[in-house]
């Protein structure tokens, strides 16, 4: 009767056990989903408020008590922001400067993170040393610099001005040495036996094995060329350079110093869409190279 007893308080304890645990992991999953639901409603607000705001007349959007749903929707606003800060000029040279600087770029940043990764050179160690050492400076330093160095050349209000100044990244460099250095060295004294030269065995063997820190960096690239503010603003604020960002800063302000609010925040929504659809369909690309690049030092 003893060993019955001890059976059946065993089997409820382990009842009130797994109970227990069920509860508490039940417990945690809301606690988890709770915090990430606020976060993401912390996170969206933003956008949400641009786009009502966007559909709003003026008189509604300077009310002391805002309402968080257009009383009257006017779709009128994208139009209107289209043609009033000349978007598509803006685009045009936002992906000119975009699409060039990013192309130039990666030559650059593959050709050197080759020659850290693979080559052997007196000073290469302290050579890469300097350049990571070169992150540490604030980059508002070399933007005086660099200004400097532009107005000599007078290149100010130029495409130019706008593409060379930032086409060697070190941490893009740095980051595609780190997935160089994870493809075996056996592959390349295999392929300078056979008679392969550096740039054929970069093009045909590193480059597509490396292709999704490419992928990562083209779009980072292009990402920081679309969101450029300070640096154009500074050398090339004219009208046939003007990039998207700086496009946007005075094009609602009328003679007396008024804002068009709503129209300026449908600019801002037609704006941000291609980073939005970028992060939508790219994302994953851009996690998969920056995660494959940190494995090995």
């Known amino acids: 009767m003893d060993n019955i007893k001890n059976d059946v308080m065993k089997e409820r304890d382990l009842k009130k056990t797994a109970t227990r645990q069920a509860v508490f992991r039940i417990l945690f999953k809301i606690l988890v989903y709770g ?10 607000f933003p956008f949400y408020w641009m786009i009502n705001s966007s559909l709003k007349e ?10 968080f749903w257009p009383e009257v929707i006017h779709f009128e606003n994208y139009t209107k922001a289209f043609n009033q800060a000349s978007l598509g000029k803006l685009f045009v040279n936002t992906v000119i400067v975009g699409v060039i600087s990013t192309i130039l770029s990666l030559v650059i940043t593959v050709l050197s993170a080759f020659a ?8 290469k160690n302290i050579l890469f040393a300097g350049l990571l050492a070169t992150m540490m400076i604030p980059g508002e330093l070399f933007t005086i610099t660099n200004y400097g160095t532009v107005t ?36 390349y004294l295999a392929a300078k036996v056979d008679g392969t030269s550096d740039l054929k065995y970069l093009w045909k063997v590193m480059i597509p094995l490396s292709l999704p820190t490419l992928i990562s960096i083209t779009i980072l690239k292009m990402m920081g060329a679309w969101n450029s503010y300070i640096w154009p603003r500074l050398v090339a604020n004219d009208a046939a350079h003007r990039l998207i ?20 925040m449908a600019a801002v929504a037609i704006v941000s869409f291609p980073l939005f659809l970028v992060f939508v369909f790219l994302r994953k690309y851009i996690m998969k190279g920056v995660s494959r690049s940190g494995i090995k030092g």
């Open 35 to 44: 915090f990430l639901i606020v976060m993401a409603i912390i996170v969206l």
């Open 58 to 67: 003026l008189e509604e959007y300077r009310r002391s008590v805002p309402t």
């Open 116 to 123: 850290f990764a693979r080559l052997e050179f007196k000073g």
């Open 152 to 187: 000599r050349f007078g290149w100010m209000n130029t495409y130019t001005v706008l593409i060379v100044p930032f086409l060697v990244s070190v941490f893009y460099i740095y980051l595609l040495r780190q997935n160089f250095l994870q493809i075996p060295n056996e592959l």
């Open 245 to 264: 960002t700086n496009g946007l800063r005075n094009a609602f302000t009328d003679t007396s110093g008024d804002v068009d609010y709503p129209v300026q």
